[in-house]
């Protein structure tokens, strides 16, 4: 399979119809983004700042919506169980599975500023989701350092993995 086949294959594949090929692809994609995660440094609470945002944005911006989002999905929910952070699982799959498909989706044009406008409104659904889930799950004060945190994970993550996608896209043909 050509970069170009694989690329396309990985935008376009149906979960009725996995191959061997896409099958693997998206188990490294999902263990890109628990080892990335799993590259964290405790915050306040229950919180922490991670990598992961590096490894869904890549995902999501060279290889789609599909990849990002199962990839955001798996792969942080469970770093989140085996740190120990159990009870964040079901809202870590549905925010980073969110934030994933997100990014992949609206940066299917490709360009810069695509890329950029993707991150920014999938980051935002990032910080929100877990704002409303911190909110739920402890109370106000406990909000606060999750945004700062969650932020900090955004912008970090868009200033690694904009230019790995852009170099990731050129090879791939995009």
């Known amino acids: 399979m ?3 086949n694989a690329k396309y294959l990985l935008q376009e594949f ?3 119809k996995l191959n061997t090929r896409i099958l693997s692809y998206l188990a490294l994609f999902i263990a890109f983004t628990a080892v990335a995660t799993y590259i964290h440094f405790p915050g306040p609470g229950t919180s922490y700042f991670n990598l992961g945002e590096v490894a869904i944005y890549i995902i999501a911006l060279t290889f789609g919506r599909k990849a990002g989002g199962l990839a955001g999905a798996v792969g942080s929910a469970l770093i989140d169980i085996l740190l120990g952070y159990s009870i964040w699982a079901p809202f870590t799959f549905i ?3 969110l934030e994933g498909y997100l ?3 609206l940066a299917e044009e490709g360009n810069w500023k695509r890329n950029v406008l993707a991150i920014i409104v999938g980051g935002h659904i ?3 989701g877990y704002a409303l889930s911190v909110l739920y799950l402890y109370s106000w004060p ?3 350092p999750e945004i700062g945190i969650d932020y900090g994970q955004m912008l970090i993550g868009g200033l690694i993995a904009l230019p790995i996608a852009r170099q990731l896209n050129k090879y791939f043909g995009k």
């Open 14 to 16: 149906s979960f009725k």
């Open 2 to 4: 050509s970069s170009e």
């Open 142 to 144: 406990a909000v606060l």
């Open 126 to 128: 990032m910080i929100l």
């Open 103 to 105: 990014i992949g989706k």
């Open 95 to 97: 925010i980073k599975g």
